[in-house]
């Protein structure tokens, strides 16, 4: 049984340039959660996709987008890069969004921006 | 603001009990804490889960006081392996009755021969 699993594993990119991060969710999961994690810190929650929608988000501005697909898989887009922008990017799955729902996490995109 | 505060870290020497405490002033009233083991360049790795009251598994133990304000880990006999970075994971209320899943600042634990 494959967990989640995020592609790719490292990632350099420019100041501007847009970048596109994937995640294929735990067999039997389908809700996604994608995280920022910069270095010595926490991760911070940016959004959460169920039945192809976002369902929540945190405070992390519009260049951040997602899209989930109906096999439940998600992308993170993020627009016009910032060297703030340089983190680890989580994905996280989990079950049918109920309050019980424990997540699993992938093990992440490090994203480098130059 | 929504805030989740843990102390920043913890020395244990080997086969001693540890208990890190998170507190969490705004959880919302329904859902669970969720606690989490992490190493370095690696995706946070799930530790245990409760509403309330004392849950237990073959890992850890999970207090959790009548207010749900705070929440304790408890890791019996720590070895070397248990040096890492450990996050509680809270629902927080933000702005109206929006739910805003919220890390913990992590504590690392630091185990010694």
């Known amino acids: 049984d494959a967990g989640v699993t995020q592609s790719p594993t490292h990632l350099i990119k420019t100041r501007g340039q847009q970048v596109t991060l994937r995640c294929s969710p735990k067999s039997g999961h389908d809700t996604v959660s994608w995280y920022q994690q910069a270095l010595g810190q926490g991760p911070q929650f940016i959004f959460q996709?169920?039945?192809?929608?976002?369902?929540q988000r945190g405070n992390f501005p519009d260049r951040f987008s997602g899209h989930q697909f109906p096999n439940y898989s998600s992308e993170l887009n993020v627009n016009a890069l910032l060297l703030g922008d340089s983190a680890l990017y989580l994905c996280?799955?989990?079950?049918?969004?109920?309050?019980?729902?424990?997540?699993?996490f992938g093990p992440g995109t490090r994203l480098t921006v130059l | 603001l929504a805030k989740t505060t843990q102390p920043i870290s913890m020395d244990s020497y080997e086969g001693q009990e540890v208990n890190i405490t998170c507190s969490h002033n705004?959880?919302?009233?329904?859902?669970?804490i969720t606690w989490y083991q992490q190493f370095p360049s690696q995706g946070p790795r799930f530790i245990i889960q409760g509403y309330k009251t004392k849950v237990t598994n073959e890992v850890a133990s999970l207090f959790i006081p009548a207010d749900r304000k705070s929440s304790t880990l408890s890791l019996p006999r720590v070895s070397l392996s248990d040096t890492a970075v450990y996050y509680c994971?809270?629902?927080?209320?933000?702005?109206?009755?929006?739910?805003?899943?919220?890390f913990g600042s992590g504590t690392q634990l630091t185990v010694l021969p």
């Open positions: 705004n959880i919302a009233t329904n859902d669970y």
């Open positions: 996280a799955s989990s079950g049918r969004g109920g309050n019980t729902d424990t997540q699993y």
């Open positions: 996709y169920y039945e192809e929608e976002e369902r």
């Open positions: 994971l809270v629902p927080m209320l933000s702005s109206g009755s929006a739910r805003q899943l919220t």
